[in-house]
């Protein structure tokens, strides 16, 4: 019962993290919004928009990432249940 409990635990935990980076995600992309915004308006030039774009596809590979970690702890947690994924 340990595993479970254990696997459970790293699975809530997982999601809370990923609900967190969704919302850095979002973020990220309201501030690529807005540079594109500026540019449209010519504000500021094209380069300032793609300078904008590293950390919301940066983001984008955390959430990625993160994502990946809650489906192996999820594959986990139904082994400790007992059941399994045939292959």
Known sequence: ???V????SQVQTLAEKNQHQAQIERD???VVGLAQAR???G????????????P???ERANGLLLQGQ???ASIQ???ALGGGYKR
């Open 5 to 8: 409990a254990r696997a459970a």
């Open 39 to 41: 540019f449209n308006a």
């Open 70 to 72: 809650w489906l192996d």
């Open 28 to 30: 990220a992309l309201r």
């Open 56 to 58: 919301a596809l940066r």
């Open 77 to 79: 947690l139904t082994g």
């Open 43 to 54: 504000i500021i030039a094209g380069s300032r928009v793609s300078e904008a774009r590293i």
């Open 1 to 3: 019962m340990n595993d």
